[in-house]
């Protein structure tokens, strides 16, 4: 009953304070963009240059077999683990680079990680303009199933939203984490079928793969988006996964924001 109760707490209070959210969002997307000559371009410039450099690698090198063009195909899951990957590492720090705040005013303190997720997810929209482009060069339509794509954004933003929470929070009480991210976070990306497809692999890398809760985000997205096909039956497993992860992160990190401002 009382984690019902604080549930019911933590969502009055971010309802509450929407408009602060809102703020603080658009605060940090104006500090991102100010006084750079590309502004918004600058939310795909990073998965263009690498599905450059991975399409290089992946059709002349070591051609790789992918049910769409390889460019498609690799900046689809680029696009989608750059908003998950730039999430993070905005929000590990977003409480410690707020000290101020965090120890001066009371406000619910996952509005800090929230807004790193909301100012990343405004990148991730207008890099689904390149995706367009991408698939009306290379001739590729949608179907029925893109009706899926919104349950795959809401599935993505959960996953996010718990994460970052768990790792601003852990920053904050031991400021390692923030390095051991930038290790962890590399060795993830390679760890999802990002740039190469996860069919056929098998042994402990295959599992390895198939454990990892991105692994059905980024599949889904081709799927519904590429291939007019639905999320396979694992992304039902992540789902559920991600609204457990962000319930308990979220309740920990309530539970927890009374000791921030000491530790600040």
Not at 62 to 80: D, I, K, N, S
Not at 97 to 120: G, Q, T
Request: net charge neutral.
């Amino acid at each position: 009953m009382r984690v019902i109760d604080d549930c019911r707490e933590v969502i009055a209070e971010q309802i509450e304070y929407r408009e602060l959210l809102f703020q603080m969002t658009w605060r940090d997307l104006l500090l991102r963009y100010k006084q750079t000559a590309m502004g918004f371009a600058w939310a795909v410039f990073m998965p263009l240059v690498n599905t450059v450099v991975f399409s290089v690698i992946f059709m002349r090198v070591a051609p790789l077999e992918t049910p769409v063009a390889y460019p498609l195909f690799a900046y689809c899951g680029l696009w989608v683990w750059n908003f998950f990957a730039s999430s993070l590492r905005f929000a590990v720090n977003s409480l410690t680079s707020n000290s101020s705040l965090v120890s001066k005013i009371y406000f619910p303190r996952e509005i800090f990680p929230f807004s790193a997720v909301a100012v990343c997810f405004v990148d991730f929209l207008i890099g689904s303009l390149v995706l367009i482009a991408f698939m009306l060069y290379f001739g590729v339509g949608v179907g029925a199933h893109l009706a899926w794509l919104p349950l795959v954004v809401i599935v993505h933003l959960v996953l996010t939203m718990a994460v970052s929470l768990l790792l601003a929070m852990a920053n904050l009480f031991y400021r390692d984490v923030k390095y051991l991210f930038e290790i962890a976070i590399t060795a993830w990306m390679f760890a999802t079928p990002v740039v190469y497809s996860a069919d056929g692999i098998t042994g402990k890398l295959g599992l390895l793969i198939q454990l990892n809760p991105m692994t059905p985000i980024v599949d889904a997205y081709r799927s519904v988006i590429l291939l007019n096909a639905p999320p396979s039956p694992a992304f039902a497993v992540t789902a559920a996964l991600s609204a457990v992860l962000l319930v308990i992160g979220w309740l920990v990190f309530h539970r927890m924001e009374f000791q921030f401002a000491e530790n600040i």
